[in-house]
């Protein structure tokens, strides 16, 4: 089984990365945060791997974070799980977020996941959560930022493909322009989205 994989990143983009190792090119499929930490083309890369065999398949899973690799593994613990899946879980929150979420039993926040329905997010809790100790997670802080629309304009932003850091700013920024958006959805999310482009 590949288990880390070093080698010249000769591909990249969201969900997949092409490395080169002893001449030979591995299609690993990544996750949105590891994405955007990956160096540029040309340069050396190493991931960490998780190899899944199927009957028609070999597949590798790659994470530059070792904790990003141990929270997919667990993921995929959970019947309804996939490996796809997974990813995009981790593509649309961050490993700390999705460690709180669970721990935290908060449905809410794992059912804005594409492919997450209910049940899934009830499962997710019922099955992880007593499993998720020897995951460290800091105390949730938005960028000094509050009021009910700020989480949900945020996991939003994220879930469309913005970083976090600028997702913060952007909400930040709209919400020192209009203190009253900071309780409403709509106002908040316009209001970041005109400063984020």
């Given amino acids: 089984m590949i288990a880390h994989l070093r080698g010249k990143l000769i591909y990249k983009e969201p969900g997949q990365a092409i490395v080169e190792a002893g001449g030979v090119g591995y299609d690993v ?4 945060p590891t994405f955007t930490a990956l160096p540029s083309l040309g340069a050396e890369a190493a991931l960490h791997i998780h190899t899944q065999v199927s009957e028609d398949q070999i597949a590798l899973f790659g994470f530059l ?8 593994e667990r993921l995929i613990t959970v019947s309804g799980v996939g490996p796809k899946l997974a990813i995009k879980m ?8 999705t460690v709180q979420a669970i721990r935290g039993q908060d449905h809410a926040q ?4 594409p492919g997450v329905g209910k049940k899934l997010a009830e499962r997710l809790v019922v099955e992880l959560k007593d499993k998720l100790d020897d995951f460290a997670v800091a105390p949730t802080q938005t960028s000094g930022v509050q009021g009910p629309a700020v989480e ?9 493909g913005y970083q976090r850091p600028a997702a913060e700013k952007a909400i930040e920024q709209a919400i020192t322009k209009d203190k009253a958006v900071a309780a409403d959805f709509d106002g908040l999310f316009r209001g970041a989205l005109k400063v984020i482009r």
């Fill in 90 to 97: 981790l593509s649309g929150l961050s490993s700390e977020r």
């Fill in 110 to 113: 794992l059912t804005r996941i």
């Fill in 65 to 72: 974070e070792i904790v990003e690799k141990r929270l997919f």
């Fill in 152 to 160: 949900d304009v945020l996991s939003a932003l994220v879930n469309l």
């Fill in 29 to 32: 499929t990544i996750s949105v």
